[in-house]
Structures are given as C-alpha cells and as structure tokens.
C-alpha cells in the first residue's frame, strides 16, 4: 500500500455515512408521510360512504375521523344529491419536509336529498383530537 493512500477509506466513509444516514431517514418519512396520505383518503371515503347511506352527521363524521390520522380535520358538506368530504391532516418533518396532506372523496346520496338532518350546502367540520 502506497503512503499517499493511507486513511483514503476512512475520509470516504466519513463522507458517504452521513450522507446514507441522511437518506435513510428522508425515506422513512416518505414512508410515514404515504402511510398517513392513505390514512386521509380511507378516512374519506368512509365518511362519504356513510353521508351517502343517509347515515347522520355525527356518525358520518366519526366513521371519518376514525379512519383519519391524529391531528385530521373533517369537513362533510352536501351539494344537490352529492356528499363531499375533505379530510385534511398535518404530516410532520423538518423545515419544508412539513407538508399539510389533503384527500376528498364525493358519493351520490342513495336516497332524495332532502335527508333529515342535513340542509342543501350545508358544511360540518370536525377535528380528530
């Protein structure tokens, strides 16, 4: 082994681990970030499947917030025979890695529109705590 080349190995591996560790770490939160995304659009389509059975909104609501990831926020609005619900949730990570995840999903109502308890563009938000 030459003497130019000595510690070469140590000053690559001093370069290459932080910039691995680095890496790993971004994509767990990818990871958790895709996860918590699912997380809305399941949550979504409960509540709207359950708006659309004519279900009330309280219970509309929770099948929602059930599925949703913690810290979600559930809105639940009616258009015409249309039931639309957006559930939006914070997904957290350093500096611009901290993005604001958004799902909606929109159902037919199987009945008339005029269901008991809902009045025509009406908007009920909620907060999973």
Do not use: H, N
Not at 5 to 25: S, W
Not at 84 to 104: I, K
Request: net charge neutral; glycine share 8%; hydrophobic share 50%.
């Amino acid at each position: 082994m030459r003497s130019s080349d000595r510690g070469q190995a140590t000053a690559e591996a001093a370069v290459v681990l932080p910039a691995l560790a680095v890496f790993a770490m971004a994509l767990i939160w990818g990871l958790v970030a895709a996860s918590a995304q699912i997380k809305c659009v399941d949550a979504a389509r409960a509540g709207a499947r359950a708006a659309a059975r004519q279900e009330p909104q309280s219970v509309s609501l929770a099948a929602a917030r059930s599925a949703a990831p913690s810290g979600a926020e559930v809105t639940l609005s009616r258009e015409g025979d249309l039931v639309r619900v957006r559930v939006e949730a914070p997904a957290t990570g350093p500096g611009p890695l901290a993005v604001r995840l958004r799902a909606e999903a929109v159902a037919r109502s199987e009945e008339l529109p005029e269901a008991p308890g809902y009045e025509p563009g009406e908007v009920a938000r909620g907060a999973q705590e």
